[in-house]
């Protein structure tokens, strides 16, 4: 994906809580009650401030089934509106991004056969490519979502403000003699 014409954007799949089961689980038998709240506050602020719909659940979900969907989707060609699908589906409570029947709705809605993929998860066709890509960035030091490698070596992990992408990518500009990010071409 292009974006503003300025920066390659490469979604790739991270798999946060692995040793969370199929099923899922309750948020408090993996992290602390305090944690949570503190959590929660600073996603509905977050979201408040940029004018999103972010609910949190109170179950965790293995996501394992969701990011395989998503690599399915790549493979067709079709990866950005089913990943921003899943995303929508989550925080806006419309799906439950771990239940087969969901993923197949999610990928029939953009023109992919429900059939297939729930075929491709069934035979575990994604593990690999999910188990790589986690194995990947776990050695550059990634272990919180999001995290962004801006410029194939500046490691933002976490939400982090416009103005701290917009400062790496000024250093980037700098560091290659090029104009400043937000001047126009």
Sequence with gaps: MRAAGLVDVTWLPFELHPEVPREGMPRERLLPPDYIA??????????????LVMRTKDRLI??????????????????????????????????????????QRIAAEHGL???????????????????????????????????????????????QPVSVFMEVLERIAAEHGERSVDQPR
Excluded: K, Q
């Excluded at 969701?66 to 995303?87: D, I, K």
């Excluded at 575990?124 to 990634?142: F, K, L, T």
């Design 38 to 51: 503190r959590v929660r506050r600073n996603v509905d602020a977050m979201a408040h401030e940029v004018g």
């Design 62 to 103: 293995n996501t394992r089934l969701a990011l395989a969907t998503a690599e399915f989707a790549r493979e067709r060609g079709m990866f950005e509106p089913v990943h921003r699908a899943l995303f929508t589906a989550h925080w806006e409570g419309t799906a439950e991004i771990d239940r087969l029947a969901d993923l």
């Design 113 to 159: 056969d429900p059939d297939e993929l729930g075929h491709a998860l069934a035979d575990g066709r994604y593990e690999p490519v999910i188990d790589r890509h986690r194995a990947d960035a776990a050695s550059v030091g990634i272990d919180a979502i999001p995290s962004h490698i801006v410029g194939g070596r500046y490691l933002l992990v976490g939400a």
